[in-house]
Nanobody, 125 residues
Framework: QVQLEESGGGVAQTGGSLRLSCAASGRTLSGTAMAWFRQAPGKEREFVGIRWSGGSTIYAASVKGRFTISADTAKNTVYLQMNSLAVEDTAVYYC???????????????????WGKGTLVTVSS
């Protein structure tokens, strides 16, 4: 069992930055895929980015070049650095982890095994 807890959400202005954290407990993140998703009001949950177990990352086209996922394995924590924020980035952000094999290659919500409760990011113009 894995527990995930996001933090770092809040209000930012257009063009600003925020860093979200996702602290995991219950097992090490080593060997897992850690992802970020978001859900805006009235919309479906969408993929933001993922960090594979080997450390490589991929991002949705809408955030590529602005968002960066990193990890601190000693703290068992994954981060989402968000720069150049836009109003369209307003959403509840969720971290998720995939532990089942194969770990790599899955970026859909139903492919994740554990979820955090989410943290709200609001970007104002």
């Amino acid at each position: 069992q894995v527990q995930l807890e996001e933090s770092g959400g809040g209000v930012a202005q257009t063009g600003g930055s925020l860093r979200l954290s996702c602290a995991a407990s219950g097992r090490t993140l080593s060997g897992t895929a850690m992802a970020w998703f978001r859900q805006a009001p009235g919309k479906e949950r969408e993929f933001v980015g993922i960090r594979w177990s080997g450390g490589s990352t991929i991002y949705a086209a809408s955030v590529k070049g602005r968002f960066t996922i990193s990890a601190d394995t000693a703290k068992n924590t994954v981060y989402l650095q968000m720069n150049s924020l836009a109003v369209e980035d307003t959403a509840v952000y969720y971290c998720a982890v995939r532990t089942r094999r194969p770990v790599a290659g899955v970026i859909t919500p139903d492919g994740m095994d554990y979820w955090g409760k989410g943290t709200l990011v609001t970007v104002s113009s």
